[in-house]
């Protein structure tokens, strides 16, 4: 009998709230019944087909995931530190205005620009290390290799060997594990954030 991940497992101790979805996979597995019917030829055929177009969706998904997230830091960072620049900039013209005794309209519109410019600085800087971008983007790499090594798995499986529905179903509970601590990834970065919100 399978424990509530909430509560613990007997014997086990009590297992995380985020365990939940690695714990409902394995007792799915536990308790579906056992395999039916022939296992070879056009069934394991079909099995292989699933397998790769569910592989190959998460492989786009995760690369496009990367270059998003790769891009919105690059961006971020490009304009965080344009704005810082600018401050600095702003700065330097505010002494010269200064010096040279400029109109006063001219020194309190550059005074601005200087006060608000590293204030948008950090605001984009502070996001960008708040979202987590490159956390996610190596997240993605990580399941893209993942998700490669298991097409190139389920290509070379030999549908006629011998156990070729053992090495079939190894390599698909293999990538599907990879996804889980995936999710597992997911489930631990939304956690930290509560945290820091709180």
Request: charged share 20%.
């Amino acid at each position: 009998v399978a424990a509530d991940p909430a509560h613990g497992a007997a014997g086990e101790g009590r297992v995380l709230r985020e365990a939940w979805v690695a714990w409902y996979f394995a007792a799915i597995r536990r308790a579906a019944p056992m395999p039916a019917g022939v296992l070879a030829g056009p069934v394991l055929e079909r099995a292989r087909r699933v397998g790769l177009g569910i592989f190959e969706d998460q492989l786009s998904y995760h690369r496009m995931r990367r270059h998003r997230s790769q891009d919105a830091s690059r961006r971020l960072a490009h304009w965080g530190d344009m704005f810082f620049l600018l401050a600095v900039l702003g700065v330097v013209i505010r002494i010269g205005l200064e010096v040279f005794q400029a109109p006063s309209w001219a020194v309190g519109l550059v005074g601005v620009a200087c006060f608000a410019s590293p204030a948008v600085s950090a605001t984009l800087l502070g996001i960008r290390a708040y979202a987590e971008f490159e956390l996610l983007a190596r997240q993605s790499a990580r399941i893209e290799q993942a998700m490669t090594d298991a097409l190139l798995e389920l290509d070379a499986v030999r549908l006629d060997g011998p156990l070729a529905s053992n090495a079939l179903g190894g390599v698909l509970a293999s990538a599907v594990t990879a996804m889980l601590l995936d999710i597992d990834g997911w489930a631990q970065l939304f956690r930290v954030k509560a945290v820091e919100a709180g």
